[in-house]
């Protein structure tokens, strides 16, 4: 991993989390879910309890274009002390030795999302500075662990619009959950309350590749913030949770409304996955135990829940069924130049399909 230079910032959650017992890694199965909580567990697809990944403090999950798991949150660097970075785990459980990296820049991130360039693209809290400006908001980092573009929305000075990675002196930088598109376009929910900015209530959509500002996406039909989100390539939808009154929405990619997940058994999710079946998986970031998993179809309709008494405080979760699709489907996969190269890469993602 690279160290990059930041002030060292720590939270008060991964003093709980570093306390605990260190456990051997556990892979996981294509029909496995993995969650993010206080510790970062794999569950099989009854959520039947399989094992830990790691022992610090996972927020953001997504698989990137090789099928490996991409974790941001707090990390150990080499002296064991806990600071901000995105660790990147094989499906076996061990950790890519050429991947991630340490970035206090991170700050506390919500969402991390993997793009079509492979760079990550991370909804971050405002908690550090970086020369004459603040870095937060939508950031985007590369793979070595550089701190690259900020996504700017709107102007809290006129009300008006920046894109890029500069053009107005006072933006919304509290873009906290992030979707990325397969139309080139990045997604990213505002939490912000500033003056003459509607507090919560739209998502601001960039072009991944430029940075540019495209347009703003007014929330409706009872939602009124994006706390986190994921796009959902079986459906071509997004779908998002709203933390302030624990309901999970579904949109398409226009951002109209298609539906909603209201779970009879939670009132305080925030997250949220497509799973087997197409079925969706809304979870509850309630700190007693258990943590419940609400499982609904995909028209909407509540179907069961589950509890969970290995984690708590759950602030993600991703179905590994998803991550074949993702390798196979989306993004800048590597091109083999021989049929020889073709052939061995088809059969390392065989490999990794296999039980």
């Not at 930041?6 to 051997?24: I, K, M, R, S």
């Not at 999302?113 to 550090?128: E, F, I, M, Q, R």
């Not at 950031?139 to 053009?167: H, K």
Request: charged share 20%.
């Amino acid at each position: 991993m690279q160290q990059a230079k930041a002030p060292l910032l720590l939270f008060a959650c991964a003093a709980l989390t570093l306390a605990a017992a260190t456990t051997h890694a556990v892979g996981w199965d294509d029909d496995d879910f993995i969650i993010a909580g206080n510790r970062l567990a794999v569950y099989d697809y009854d959520f039947t309890f399989k094992g830990y990944l790691d022992n610090f403090d996972p927020v953001g999950l997504d698989f990137d274009h090789s099928a490996n798991l991409v974790v941001s949150g707090t990390v150990l660097d080499d002296e064991f002390v806990p600071t901000q970075g995105i660790s990147v785990y094989a499906s076996n459980g061990e950790l890519v030795p050429e991947a991630g990296f340490l970035n206090n820049d991170l700050g506390r991130v919500l969402d991390t999302k993997v793009g079509p360039d492979g760079h990550y693209y991370a909804g971050t809290t405002l908690l550090s500075s970086f020369g004459d400006r603040d870095v937060g908001g939508l950031v985007e980092f590369l793979p070595d662990g550089t701190t690259g573009r900020e996504f700017l929305g709107r102007s809290v000075s006129t009300g008006g619009r920046g894109g890029g990675s500069g053009g107005v002196d006072f933006a919304v930088k509290n873009h906290s959950s992030v979707a990325i598109l397969p139309n080139g376009t990045v997604w990213s929910g505002v939490g912000s309350t500033h003056l003459d900015v509607a507090p919560n209530t739209y998502v601001d959509a960039f072009d991944v590749q430029t940075g540019e500002y495209l347009e703003t996406i007014a929330l409706d039909n009872g939602q009124i913030v994006a706390t986190t989100m994921r796009y959902s390539s079986a459906t071509n939808t997004v779908l998002m949770v709203d933390n302030s009154i624990g309901v999970a929405f579904e949109r398409d990619l226009s951002g109209a409304f298609l539906r909603s997940f209201d779970s009879p058994v939670s009132t305080s999710a925030l997250a949220i996955t497509r799973g087997p079946n197409d079925d969706v998986y809304l979870a509850n970031i309630e700190s007693i135990s258990p943590a419940v998993i609400s499982r609904f179809s995909s028209d909407g309709v509540f179907q069961e829940s589950y509890e969970l008494d290995d984690v708590r405080f759950i602030t993600n979760i991703v179905w590994a069924g998803n991550a074949r699709d993702r390798a196979l489907h989306i993004g800048t996969l590597p091109e083999p130049t021989t049929l020889a190269l073709a052939a061995t890469g088809l059969a390392l993602i065989a490999h990794r399909r296999a039980r």
